[in-house]
């Protein structure tokens, strides 16, 4: 089915807005992307906005979702310095990826945003054909867009969907972060996690950095790219700024 198909459903009444969270670059200090993370206008947070999400109304969400990112991205100057844009996607909203990307390409060219720094991301807490989203992703890849798997180890895709195909960035799971400082079991998961995706040429992100113990085991594991709350918190319309982690705060919080 095509996107002229897709676009017989409702479209999606409740305003969006994006909020911005930092993936950093702890070795060189840099932003590497900023996920946009979608929010009601009214201020209700993305778990509100997304119980709106029907099989009806997705392909609009999920257009509404990339154009609005695109738009605020551009407002905010967000690539001004290197930084990449990663807008979430829903592989189910997709119905043919040449003619549903054309709202983002439209976007992408009314705002100026280059194309080659917005990586496109899925979370696996869906069930999706992998036929269905290898086509998805390798059409991505061959547009000059960068492709992501969020929440790795969290979901339905995993091993599998890596045996077939190899994206540009793989963000392991928050529940695997959480304590790794006092979990030996998840260190080793991570550790030969990690070894894997370098393996593979993948690189691999941890989300979900809270605290300086887990930054410091992650660090001691060769990650140069987290994001969670540690470093910056999502920030509405705005680029929110990064608090770095380094020796000194290191040793003052320890003190």
């Known amino acids: 089915m095509g996107c002229a198909g897709c676009k017989d459903g409702v479209g999606f009444q409740l305003p969006i807005t994006m909020a911005f969270q930092p993936i950093v670059d702890v070795k060189t200090e840099t932003v590497f992307a900023y996920e946009a993370l979608v929010r009601g206008a009214d201020g209700r947070g993305a778990g ?3 119980a709106e999400v ?19 991205a551009a407002d905010l100057n967000l690539a001004a310095d290197g930084a990449n844009l990663s807008i979430n996607f829903l592989p189910n909203a997709v119905y043919e990826p040449k003619a549903c990307i054309r709202l983002t390409l439209a976007a992408a060219m009314r705002t100026g945003f280059p194309l080659n720094r917005i990586i496109f991301e899925f979370t696996e807490d869906e069930a999706v054909d992998t036929n269905h989203l290898l086509n998805i992703l390798r059409t991505y890849r061959s547009m000059g867009f960068k492709t992501a798997i969020d929440d790795f180890g969290a979901g339905f895709a995993g091993l599998g969907l890596l045996a ?3 994206p540009d960035i793989v963000k392991l799971d928050m529940a695997l972060i959480r304590d790794i400082d006092r979990d030996r079991v998840k260190r080793t998961v991570v ?7 370098r393996d593979l040429g993948i690189e691999p992100v941890c989300e979900g950095v809270e605290t300086v113990a887990e930054h410091d085991v992650l660090r001691d594991l060769g990650v140069d790219l987290m994001q969670g709350y540690l470093l910056a918190k999502p920030q509405t319309a705005a680029l929110p700024a990064v608090d770095w982690v380094r020796p000194v705060a290191d040793e003052a919080l320890r003190a």
Do not use: G, P, W
């Open 48 to 50: 509100a906005v997304l």
């Open 54 to 72: 029907s099989e009806e109304n997705r392909y609009a969400f999920d257009q509404q979702c990339r154009t609005t990112a695109i738009e605020l």
């Open 164 to 166: 077939k195909f190899q």
């Open 191 to 197: 550790s030969h996690t990690l070894a894997m995706l």
